[in-house]
């Protein structure tokens, strides 16, 4: 396994919508242990492929990511929101944005459909934290952060401080 490096706004690649996995290989499954560990590392409760730079529609989760002992590993390829529910607020934060939260409305409970990492299908219920992060991570391979879902003048007073930093950074 290997920890890899989280891409940050504004990455060009974060913008790209992912390719759906067609077969599910040891290649597959080796990307998702490493982003698996990446995400136990860094520490956050999802990571999307595209945020290690990878076009491919994978994701982990894991609510209980910072509990040791009470982890619970979700991965999930060419996930897909086949219902959902309600409406919420959440204060939500990115790896990929780092230092910014904001609120973010999203439905309350989802049902997502994709295939394990033995290619088997799964259908998962998400209540909670969990809703939030599967709709997060889905938003990633749809190449759309959570700042692309606040009101627009939040949106660009966020984006032109995150441009500022990565300007400062690359100097
Ligand atoms: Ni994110």
């Known amino acids: 396994m ?3 490096n989280i891409l940050k706004y504004p990455d060009p690649i974060l913008k790209r919508k992912a390719d759906p996995v067609t077969q599910i ?3 597959v499954r080796r990307l998702i242990d490493d982003m698996a560990e990446t995400m ?5 409760v999802g990571l999307a492929a595209p945020q290690i730079g990878r076009s491919a529609r994978v994701i982990v989760i894991d ?3 910072k509990e040791e002992g009470k982890r619970e590993l ?3 390829v060419n996930p897909e929101i086949i219902e959902q529910r309600g409406e919420t607020v959440w204060e939500e934060g990115c790896l990929s944005v780092p230092d910014y939260t904001a609120d973010v409305r999203r439905a309350e409970r989802v049902v997502v459909k994709g295939l394990d990492r033995n290619g088997k299908e799964e259908v998962i219920v998400g209540e909670g934290l969990l809703s939030i992060v599967f709709q997060h991570e889905i938003d990633h391979l749809n190449g759309v952060l959570f700042i692309d879902r606040l009101g627009p003048i939040k949106r660009d007073l966020i984006r032109r401080k995150l441009r500022k930093q990565a300007r400062v950074e690359s100097i």
């Open 74 to 76: 979700v991965c999930m």
């Open 40 to 44: 136990y590392e860094a520490p956050g």
């Open 25 to 27: 290989t040891d290649e």
């Open 63 to 65: 609510v209980n990511s």
């Open 2 to 4: 290997a920890i890899l």
